[in-house]
């Protein structure tokens, strides 16, 4: 099988006005792949190495410094703190994080010991990009943050940023919605939950 090191990268074009004024943000998205198969108690499978998922990281950061979008949304980045703080601090832009799933975490030691998973926003530095907040969109009970992760089933959520276009507020949103098949009932309908979860909190 041949190794994967490009990630497909999806941006768009946001124009909206502002006080009179028309403004451009160009915004890319992109599912990095934590690279795990999800199946282990202690630690996680793992279908790369850590030289392959150093060339997909060092692959990222040459993509976005060539293409400089205003915002970034990124999905599935384990562990998300690091990759965050790694990421932010190459190509020199603000970010925020949230842990979606991890399992049972103090800081970044416990189980399962190869996952720390969640999603990340950045943004150029002029944008003074700040977290607004972190909503719950699926999944039980559970405490999921950097410092302390307790949970036993797969949450979703919708990280809430802010920015400032010309001085005025713009919130942005990133999420990743469960991917069960639509032909699943029980996915379709979580899926459901999910997106009328944050429509109302919208």
Sequence with gaps: ????????????????????????????????????????????????????????FDSLVK???????????IQEAN??????????????????????NAGIKFGPVGIPTNFKEGIVILANKQLMLEEKETIKLSGSFGIH???????????????IGKIKINYSPLYIVNVHLSADPPTIEEGSARRKIEIERLKYAL
């Design 63 to 73: 993509q976005l410094k060539l293409l400089q979008p205003d915002i970034i949304f």
């Design 145 to 159: 943050g950097d410092l302390l992760t307790l949970h036993f089933d797969e949450s979703t959520f919708a990280l």
């Design 79 to 100: 562990p998300v703190s690091k990759f965050a703080s790694q990421l932010a601090e190459e190509i020199n832009y603000d970010e925020i994080h949230t842990v979606c």
């Design 1 to 56: 099988m041949r190794e994967i090191i490009f990630s497909l990268l999806i941006a768009s074009l946001l124009v909206f006005e502002n006080n009179g004024q028309e403004n451009e943000l160009k915004i890319l998205t992109i599912n990095v792949w934590s690279g795990l198969d999800y199946h282990g108690t202690f630690k996680m499978g793992e279908y790369e190495t850590f030289e392959i998922r150093q060339k997909r």
